[in-house]
């Protein structure tokens, strides 16, 4: 059964902190993406990968960075956490066939 | 860029049929998708189309038309588990051919 694993469900961080979501696939999937979801905003790009060491910036990629040193890996980092990223990720992984995208459960990230 | 337009809200009796819209403009369109999403949980991949013409899928069938910019997706003999958010997706050459996302349309199925 195909996987996309997202290191943690729910988090809670204070501004100014370092935040790391990790995220992993086991389909040998070329490409990884990070989307972030708001009510009435719907899902955003943020940063995508179409190989290892490979990044490039999506819609949305201010305050935001991503590290993909293996190639089931793909990593978003927020560098000084702020209140307007409060948000749920979503890691998301595609392949062959027409490249529709697998989708981790997504963190629900909560910035205080 | 890219513009994705479907309702935002629909609401539908168990058993019965539901048609959900999406209208797209996009200058280097190149496949649409339709996700579902149950409340908490992550999108799943329901249907995918790239040329005109209607794909079925069990009681599932998505229909494009590329002139139109529109497509629908149809959910027949409706359950209650259907009950969820439903989006739509545009892939667009120029954007890397990376998936654009519509806000998404949230159905309730009533008993």
């Known amino acids: 059964d195909v996987k996309v694993t997202q290191s943690s469900r729910y988090l809670v961080k204070r501004t100014g902190e370092k935040v790391f979501l990790e995220c992993v696939q086991d389909?040998?999937?070329?490409?990884m993406f990070w989307y972030r979801q708001d009510p009435g905003l719907g899902l955003r790009l943020i940063y995508f990968?179409?190989?290892?060491?490979?990044?490039e910036k999506g819609d949305i990629p201010e305050g935001y960075s991503v590290s993909r040193e293996k190639k089931e890996r793909f990593s978003l980092i927020l560098e000084s956490a702020s209140t307007n990223q409060t948000s749920m990720y979503l890691c998301?992984?595609?392949?062959?066939?027409?490249?529709?995208?697998?989708f981790g459960e997504g963190s629900r990230l909560t910035v205080l | 860029g890219q513009n994705i337009d479907q309702p935002t809200e629909m609401t539908a009796t168990e058993g019965a049929i539901v048609q959900i819209n999406c209208t797209y403009q996009?200058?280097?369109?190149?496949?649409l998708f339709w996700y579902q999403q149950h409340a908490g949980e992550a999108p799943t991949f329901l249907s995918y189309?790239?040329?005109?013409g209607l794909e079925e899928k069990g009681r599932f069938s998505s229909f494009l038309s590329r002139s139109k910019g529109y497509s629908y997706l149809l959910l027949k003999e409706l359950q209650m588990k259907d009950s969820a958010s439903y989006l739509c997706a545009v892939r667009d050459q120029t954007g890397a051919n990376n998936l654009f996302f519509g806000t998404g349309t949230r159905l309730t199925v009533i008993p």
């Open positions: 996009t200058s280097g369109f190149n496949g």
């Open positions: 990968s179409y190989d290892v060491k490979m990044k």
């Open positions: 389909m040998d999937h070329e490409n």
């Open positions: 189309n790239v040329l005109d």
């Open positions: 998301a992984s595609s392949g062959g066939g027409p490249g529709e995208l697998f």
